[in-house]
């Protein structure tokens, strides 16, 4: 069982930076790979970005490349989601998501674990 605990969402002006958190329980983080995604309200959940279990390979959504990073630290058992020159349309809860297995991807149903989202809110 892995319990994941996102952190970091808030509301900031468009063009600025917020960092999400989501720090897992148990013992076996690194044999997760992790995902991000979020749901603007009233759309469907869409990936955002995910990173390999052992950090050496990240996938980014279009729509957020060249603008968000995602990093691991398996010793804090922490994904992180660095997130800069943000958009009105980035506004949505975001969500971590481990999946046991060596890369992350893009379908929610390959994903075993889900945190219950942060809020982030871009104004214009």
């Known amino acids: 069982q892995v319990q994941l605990v996102e952190s970091g969402g808030g509301l900031v002006q468009a063009g600025g930076s917020l960092r999400l958190s989501c720090a897992a329980s148990g013992r076996t983080f690194s044999s997760y790979a992790m995902g991000w995604f979020r749901q603007g309200s009233g759309k469907e959940r869409d990936f955002v970005g995910g990173?390999?279990?052992?950090?050496?390979?990240?996938n980014l959504a279009d729509s957020v490349k060249g603008r968000f990073t995602i990093s691991r630290d398996n010793a804090r058992n922490t994904v992180y989601l660095q997130m800069n020159s943000l958009k009105p349309e980035d506004t949505a809860v975001y969500y971590c998501?481990?999946?046991?297995?060596?890369?992350?991807?893009?379908?929610?149903?390959?994903?075993?674990?889900w945190g219950q989202g942060t809020q982030v809110t871009v104004s214009s």
């Open positions: 998501a481990a999946r046991l297995g060596v890369t992350a991807t893009q379908a929610m149903g390959d994903y075993d674990y």
């Open positions: 990173i390999s279990r052992s950090g050496g390979n990240t």
